[in-house]
DNA sequence: GTCTATAAAGCGATAGAC
DNA sequence: GTCTATCGCTTTATAGAC
């Protein structure tokens, strides 16, 4: 009921995006135990307690810089859908995209044993909806590829989605790239060759 | 200089071993951050300051936990190495060996964030040590199945032993676990084999 | 060496003034 | 809504009696 709100909400919405930007990086960054709500206002450049009136929770920090990530996850998708490739070509695509993203600093890592987190992520809507429309559309490629027979049809399409999901925080990039001894695009190039033709030759 | 030492240092070594097991089994199960002193003590059913005359830190439990893993993995190497295998089947069988040791909740899991952590680990012998004499026995493996063919000779070494050791903590098999739809060792079987064939048929 | 009790510090979250 | 200041809780680690 302000008399500007347009302004307003257009700031607020800037500073929002502001926190989930620094979140983001430093879940990447130092993953979600090891980052601090002081840390994050101290980005920023705020204070605590203002941080708290846009998000109520530092599980609700983790569930919105993930779904920032699932949103671009999904662009991704989309514009691969545009390209005339086969099913199996656009999930390496996505999977070459994902280690880009993190070698980017930008693919924010979860513990996947805190409960309380998992409960604000199965909780929040926004998440969940993404999280399901992306899992649809690159399930729809897995089966797609396996009836084409570019990916191995015995193995569970639910298996090669948690695989794809798994190798996005594959935490062998950053042990490569701490070694020194190769560049960037090489380790990417390998990592997803490993990840579709494993190791045997 | 005590009157009975062997008495008591006898008693004294199953303390801490049975320390260390349920150090060995609380990192398996939640993880080192998620992993509290408190519920060590109340696991074994001593006092706090007792399990600190035994270890300095919360790091060097977990180091201790890690050494005692690395032991397992060592004589597992051993072992297999009496058996007439190719050098690929050798590490294809210490892959499933640690996918079966993840499946067990025998396999500690480490953050590769934690600094503090990767100070103690580093700077403590028996665990540096046995890390340095599991990654030469694997190493000499992984050059060998390269050389005769086995294993992919374009892929780094090293990279190659990164692989092995992240796929032993590999969250895959949790997530697979969970949906209940598999059996244990048919999921190990698909694990082993995306490794080292991939997700490709 | 083991215990009870407590210190010391970090962190998530909030109260209350503006 | 934003700030300063602080609460309340958890957790690591230790002091001191036995």
Redesign the interface.
């Known amino acids: 009921m302000s008399a500007r709100p347009r302004f307003r909400e257009q700031f607020l919405q800037a500073r929002e995006d502001a926190i989930v930007e620094s979140v983001n990086r430093l879940l990447a960054?130092?993953?979600f135990?090891?980052m601090t709500v002081d840390e994050v206002v101290a980005d920023v450049g705020i204070a605590k307690a203002s941080l708290y009136k846009h998000f109520t929770s530092k599980e609700e920090l983790a569930a919105a810089a993930m779904v920032r990530v699932l949103d671009r996850a999904l662009e991704e998708v989309a514009r691969l859908r545009g390209l005339e490739l086969s099913a199996?070509a656009r999930l390496q695509a996505v999977a070459r995209w994902a280690y880009e993203q993190q070698m980017a600093g930008q693919m924010p890592a979860l513990?996947?044993?805190?409960s309380t987190l998992r409960a604000t992520l199965t909780g929040d809507k926004a998440y969940m909806d993404r999280l399901m429309q992306l899992s649809d559309d690159l399930g729809a490629w897995i089966v797609q590829a396996q009836g084409q027979?570019?990916?191995?049809?015995a193995?569970?399409p639910?298996?090669?989605l948690?695989?794809l999901f798994?190798r996005a925080c594959?935490?062998?990039l950053?042990?490569?790239r701490a070694?020194g001894?190769?560049t960037d695009a090489q380790i990417v190039d390998?990592l997803v060759?490993?990840?579709?033709?494993?190791?045997?030759?």
């Open positions: 960054e130092k993953g135990e090891a199996a513990p996947s044993q805190n027979g570019e990916l191995n049809p193995l569970p639910e298996l090669v948690y695989t798994a594959d935490p062998v950053g042990v490569m070694s001894a190769h390998w060759a490993t990840c579709f033709k494993g190791l045997a030759p």
